[in-house]
Structures are given as structure tokens and as C-alpha cells.
């Protein structure tokens, strides 16, 4: 199926100062936690992990093939959270298109294609980041079924109507959600598949705590609060199905990278703290196009 190229006088991304300050940041950016984890398999993520975590692997007494060990099991956690996004995205064939918004360096779009051998559309706003997926897809021999794009995914200029499935792993943060599901409702068919997996903050709490406005200035990002994702899928013709706390099942990620000095951060305290004093959640929504 042919995608509809956007009006060629338009630059595209069309975007915002701050989305040119988000792309920077994501042009730039060169974590181990992010490059080492997805150099196991070539199954790049740059979204946090879920499930219980082997501790054991801190009891290898050789300092390098510790952390090797500690690299593998983070990674394992990360590709869990992948997986278990894409065991939502319902029944899917070859020939169904899906749409992976705030791409990252593409690993989500790769692990849905060896699910259901869909086509995948990926965007993202950092040109560096295509280029290198477009190159992991080519090296894997799969670049005829996915495809990442620089774009911009609150205006993709991509087919409506024409995805079956789509989501976003977290990257709800960067964007205003009525744009942003808008957008999904444009693209996805009647009957199609959202998924969503996003730390969000949570309003029995109040307002953002000092940890959530912490990792807010961190990621140069915005963290919603969990009602204003009903309310704004409401409005847009997506109706949740599945909605999963994930909060208790990250943890365990947190609590093994904070203790992996060769990738940590420096943001691994804060969201512990946020996450135990209730204040963030850890949330997967699910919901039909209708
Ligand atoms: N979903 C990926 C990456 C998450 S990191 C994964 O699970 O690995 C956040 C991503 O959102 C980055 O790739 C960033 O470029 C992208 N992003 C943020 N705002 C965006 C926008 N308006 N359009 C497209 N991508 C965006």
C-alpha cells in the first residue's frame, strides 16, 4: 500500500521550537543504558522494563562478566515491556500496517514485525535516530516492511484509515495528548488497536510531586496526568479495553539499574522515589479505535 507523501512545500517534521529541542536532545543522546542494551540483539529500546528481576547476576565474581550480566537482564526486562505492548495490538496479518509514534532507535517496531510480519511505520523527531533504525531494518533484511521516518507524529502526513494498529512506548510526554490521539483516530481503521505505555502521574496525589517536575526538566518533557488520558481518548474515538497498572512490576527494573554503575543516569533515585511515594504510576492502556 502506498503511503500519501506530505504537500513537498511543507517542511517536514513541521515542528514547534520545543520539538526542535526535544529532537536535539534525542540527535545527541548516546546512553549506554540505550546503546549497550539493544548491541545484545540489535533490539534498540528507550523505554524502561517490566517483570521480576534475576538478582544472581550480581553474584558473578568477574567484574567485566558482571556487568555484562547486568546489561543482558536489563535488556530482557526492556524487550518484556516490548513484548508484552505488542501482545496488545490484537489480531494482526502480514499484509496490516502499523504505526509506532516517538520511535526511539526502532526496537518496538522490529519486535512487532516478528510477531505478526505486519508492515511498521515508525516516526520520530530525531533524523539520527531514523537513519540508524532504517540501517537496523536494512542489516536485518526487513527494511521492505519497516520503515522509520523523521517525522513529526502529531502530523505524520501518513495515510488515514490505513493501520490497523498503533501506540506509543514512552513518548506521550513530548506532546499534547488531544493532538496526539487525534492524530492515531486519523490513522488507525475502525476496529484498530491503541496502545499506550507511559509513566504518568497520578491524581489522587494532587499535582506533579518534586520528583515527577524533576524528571519533567531531565527529559525536557511534560508528564500528564493519568486522568487526562481517558479524558482525551474519550474525545477522540478511542475507548480503552485493558488498562494495567505497571508500577510495581518496573520497580524491579529501577532497583537493578540503580545499582548497574556502568549505565546509570543519574535519574534512576528519582523515579523510585516517585514511583514509592505514589505519586508516579507506570500505566499500559489499551483501547479500540471505534
Ligand atoms: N518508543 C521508543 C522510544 C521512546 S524515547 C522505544 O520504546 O524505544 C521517546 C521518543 O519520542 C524519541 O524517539 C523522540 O524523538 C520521540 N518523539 C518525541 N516527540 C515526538 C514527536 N512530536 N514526533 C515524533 N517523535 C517524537
Redesign the pocket.
Known amino acids: 500500500m502506498a503511503i500519501t507523501q506530505p504537500v513537498a512545500t511543507i517542511p517536514v ?1 513541521a515542528q514547534s521550537t520545543y ?1 526542535t529541542r ?2 536535539d536532545y ?1 540527535n545527541a543522546e548516546q546512553n549506554p543504558v540505550n546503546l549497550e542494551l539493544g548491541k545484545i540483539d540489535d533490539l534498540y ?3 524502561y522494563g517490566v517483570g521480576e528481576a534475576e538478582w544472581s547476576v550480581f553474584d558473578e565474581t568477574d567484574p567485566a562478566k558482571r556487568q555484562e550480566r547486568v546489561t543482558a537482564e536489563l535488556h530482557r526486562l526492556e524487550q518484556a515491556q516490548a513484548e508484552l505492548l505488542a501482545s496488545h495490538l490484537g489480531k494482526l496479518s502480514a499484509t496490516d500496517r502499523v504505526f509506532d ?5 526502532g ?2 517496531s522490529v519486535v512487532a514485525h516478528l510477531r505478526y510480519g505486519c508492515h511498521a511505520d515508525g ?4 533524523a539520527k ?1 531514523a537513519d540508524f533504525a532504517n540501517e537496523q531494518a536494512r542489516a536485518r533484511g526487513i527494511d521492505g516492511k519497516v520503515r522509520y521516518h523523521h ?4 502530523d505524520t502526513g501518513f495515510e488515514s484509515g490505513a493501520y490497523a494498529a498503533s501506540w506509543n ?3 506521550t510526554m ?2 499534547e495528548l488531544d493532538l496526539l490521539f487525534a492524530e492515531h483516530a486519523r490513522l488507525l481503521r475502525r476496529g484498530g488497536r491503541y496502545v499506550v505505555i507511559t509513566g504518568c502521574y497520578n491524581d489522587t496525589y494532587g499535582r506533579a510531586s518534586r520528583e515527577v517536575s524533576l524528571i519533567n526538566a531531565h527529559y525536557i518533557c511534560d508528564i500528564h496526568p493519568r486522568s487526562a488520558y481517558f479524558s482525551a481518548m474519550a474525545k477522540n474515538r478511542l475507548v480503552p479495553v485493558h488498562v494495567e497498572d505497571l508500577t510495581q512490576a518496573t520497580i524491579p527494573y529501577w532497583e537493578m539499574r540503580k545499582e548497574a554503575e556502568h549505565l546509570v543516569t543519574g535519574i534512576e533515585e528519582t523515579f523510585l522515589g516517585a514511583y514509592k511515594n505514589g505519586s508516579f504510576q507506570y500505566l499500559m492502556i489499551v483501547a479500540d479505535r471505534i
Do not use: D, K
Not at 516516526?123 to 530525531?126: A, G, K
Not at 517525522?151 to 502529531?154: A, F, H, K, S
Open positions: 517534521p520539538q526535544v529532537a534525542w529500546h528507550h523505554h509514534a516517538g520511535c526511539g532507535r526496537g518496538g516516526v520520530t523527531l530525531s535516530q517525522r513529526n507524529m502529531l512506548n514512552e513518548s513530548y506532546v
